[in-house]
């Protein structure tokens, strides 16, 4: 009778907690909807979520499943081998996109597609560059640990899809530091054993890896990352023995890394006006302003990473372009990282390319919009304006067009023109000049520049002893699809 009594009175009578800690959530989380509290309803409702000795109840449970029955004691984590465990949420779907079994839609390929370019596109138009990191699932660096009984976990993943595809385009380049912890794994476990996140040993080398890329297109301060040591600690377990319950007879030992030159980051908050929250480092020794949208998994990449920059905003969210884009205009960023993690391939992004505002022409002179540029005398092409792009239609071998009140007037001779063009093909663009007093193109009045198929950032140089009157611009030797984002004529 005392068993039976017990958990109600301690229900009854001991202090409320507001927090489960075995479940890592909210006190009534289960049940709790408004129509059923009522009357005893609630009372009910509540009991079952939180009656006296429930953790102690979950805990005897748990390791009984786990010790005698060597099963996991919830379907939200696989028991891995060795002391391995594993999150399997079941939307996450990530073991079936291990076995290839859940390949992209041609829709939501283009979905993924089309969101990144778009930003990458925004932003570049902004002389902001974009990043896009994804931090792989623990299962994608150690699936040795992961039971035969989920497959040979050797299929084409969304990762390896869209990776491929972007590849085609040639404008987004998916950063994924796999092949750096498959290699550093052996030396020091990079991932927590009781936890869905990697340990600080992890994030240093993927902090590593994305400074390096980084480091391709802006010279960063130089960071000696092979002089570091680790030490190893006896810590709580982590996230996944609390989803399990086991949170108090489960240990972990963590990996700590210590850089030989650390240097002092200061760390703060700073309140937006929309009541987000922010992480904000500062570090006067180095340049360049960095904006990381990210989840949990860059926590631990904070320390290393903000060595680099001069200023780093951290978001903790989803980086979506239409509600940001005020937030990005205020911090005026050198660079964006967005990073998600490998299992959110798995959903579609969330973002609204509909809303974001985008430059208001194709054309500009000296930094400033021209609103008067017009293009005339199209040879060979079909011209289609889009929100971010100028799409050039080639059906022939000789696609050119002019572009008039453009140039200034009073212009010296000479000029340079930045232009962003999309080539389908590897190929030739050309520009055509005419000088005051001849109005017609001439092949010794005509500058350059190799393409690649793909995104190319080029520029014109043109030197002439006299003023320059009209210019033609010639995407391409070739039939397809030209994207032209920007064409720049800059005069000093």
Known sequence: MIILTLPLLIFLFNKEKAILDIENRMLGEYGKNNDDYYLFQGFFNKFNDSHGLRESFITIDSFTKLYFFQDSP?????????????????????IENMNGEIPFSVNELVTWRNSLESKYLYLEAMDIRYFFFITPNKHSIYPEYIPETYGALQGTTRYEELNRDLLNNNIVTLLNPSTILNDIKFNHRCYNKTDTHWNEYGAFHASR?????????????????????????ESPSGDLADLIGCSSILNEIKIKTFLDDEELISFSDINLSNSL???????????????????SMF???????????????????????????????????????EQIGERKLNYLPVDDTSKITYPKSYFKCNYKYSMNA??????????????????????????????SDLVPLENDGEIRISCMLFSPASTVAKLYYTNKGNSFFEESHVVKSTLQKGFNNFTFEIRSNSMIEKIRFDPGECSGKFKLFSFEVLTH
């Not at 919830?74 to 990530?94: A, E, L, M, Q, T």
């Not at 400074?211 to 990352?225: A, D, P, R, S, W």
């Not at 929250?277 to 989840?295: G, T």
């Open 74 to 94: 919830s379907s939200n984590v696989i028991k891995g081998k060795n002391g391995w465990f594993f999150y399997n949420f079941p939307n996450d779907r990530i």
């Open 277 to 295: 929250v922010i992480l904000r480092s500062l570090n006067p020794s180095s340049q360049y302003k960095a904006l990381v949208f990210h989840d």
């Open 209 to 233: 890896y994305l400074c390096e890329e980084i480091n391709k297109y802006f010279k960063l301060k130089t960071v000696n990352y092979s002089n570091y040591s680790v030490e190893y600690t």
């Open 374 to 403: 017009k293009i005339t005398s199209v040879n060979h092409l079909t011209l289609k304006k889009h929100r971010f792009c100028l799409e050039l239609l080639s059906y022939g071998n000789d696609p050119y067009f002019e572009i």
């Open 299 to 337: 926590v631990n990449m904070r320390n290393y990473f903000s060595r680099n920059f001069a200023e780093v905003i951290y978001i903790h969210r989803d980086f979506v372009l239409n509600e940001f884009q005020d937030t990005i205009n205020h911090f005026k960023p050198d660079l964006i990282v």
